[in-house]
């Protein structure tokens, strides 16, 4: 069972934003209104939550992202074409387009992952520092696993946020460390979704990949938590779902 922490105290006001099932989160609609920046950590080749976010409050977007660029889905191409995989070449060519399309203007995609400081990769801090992103912010991240590294940077700038979508890898491994962001985090704990992508579960059944979402200013709609919500989809239709239980 998960600890009493991981499940929100309450049902509060939530949308979805993005595509259904995998890429889409529930989100506090008050938050996303409130944003003046948007911040994405994480995109591979699907930005649908991105551009939901943007359709409802037109701010500026900043993505991280290292292992996508245009270069390499211009590779996938002729690949496909010569193999004759005329659905993946239709894919490919329409991500493409739709890549172009979307990351102009005030929609920058920096090709860089998040984690620490180096050649290839940022840590939140130094984002921060040298972007001044307007705030307050909302971010949301999906870094398969490095968002342990920039766990105390949200911390620091808890006060710059106003909304945070992030998913947990590793649970297992990590529940102390995520137990300790959640008694630490001044924002709140709104929804909290397992992921039932690969039927990653631990010993007890628990599962090991969760999506929480968190609000600087929720609206409380019951004082009963409300897990799953209605608005839940699973990652993956076509996998047994990966029920939460709590102490």
């Known amino acids: 069972m998960l600890p009493k922490q991981f499940q929100p105290n309450a049902t509060y006001d939530l949308i979805r934003l993005g595509r259904d099932h995998d890429g889409g989160y529930l989100v506090d609609p008050a938050s996303v209104t409130r944003t003046k920046q948007l911040i994405s950590f994480g995109l591979s080749t699907d930005w649908s939550f991105e551009k939901s976010f943007v359709a409802r409050n037109n701010v500026?977007?900043?993505?991280?992202?290292?292992?996508?660029?245009?270069?390499?889905?211009?590779?996938?191409?002729?690949?496909?074409?010569?193999?004759?995989?005329?659905?993946?070449?239709?894919?490919?060519?329409?991500?493409?387009?739709?890549?172009?399309?979307?990351?102009?203007?005030?929609?920058?995609?920096?090709?860089?992952?998040?984690?620490?400081?180096?050649?290839?990769?940022?840590?939140?801090?130094?984002?921060?520092?040298?972007?001044?992103?307007?705030?307050?912010?909302?971010?949301?991240?999906?870094?398969?696993?490095s968002e342990y590294r920039v766990l105390d940077d949200f911390l620091k700038h808890a006060s710059d946020i106003s909304g945070l979508v992030v998913e947990f890898h590793d649970v297992d491994l990590h529940r102390e460390r995520v137990l300790n962001f959640l008694e630490e985090f001044p924002l709140t704990l709104i929804h909290i979704h397992s992921n039932n992508c690969g039927q990653l579960a631990d010993s007890s059944g628990d599962p090991i990949t969760l999506e929480m979402t968190f609000s600087a200013d929720p609206t409380q709609t019951s004082s009963q938590p409300s897990i799953p919500h209605p608005l839940d989809q699973e990652n993956c239709p076509r996998e047994r779902n990966l029920p939460l239980k709590f102490e």
């Open 60 to 145: 500026p977007l900043l993505a991280y992202d290292g292992t996508v660029a245009a270069k390499t889905l211009f590779r996938r191409i002729p690949e496909y074409l010569l193999r004759l995989r005329l659905r993946k070449l239709i894919s490919s060519i329409r991500i493409l387009t739709d890549y172009y399309s979307f990351f102009r203007h005030s929609r920058i995609h920096r090709h860089l992952n998040v984690g620490y400081d180096s050649q290839k990769s940022a840590s939140l801090q130094s984002i921060f520092q040298q972007e001044n992103p307007d705030t307050p912010t909302f971010i949301k991240m999906d870094i398969e696993g």
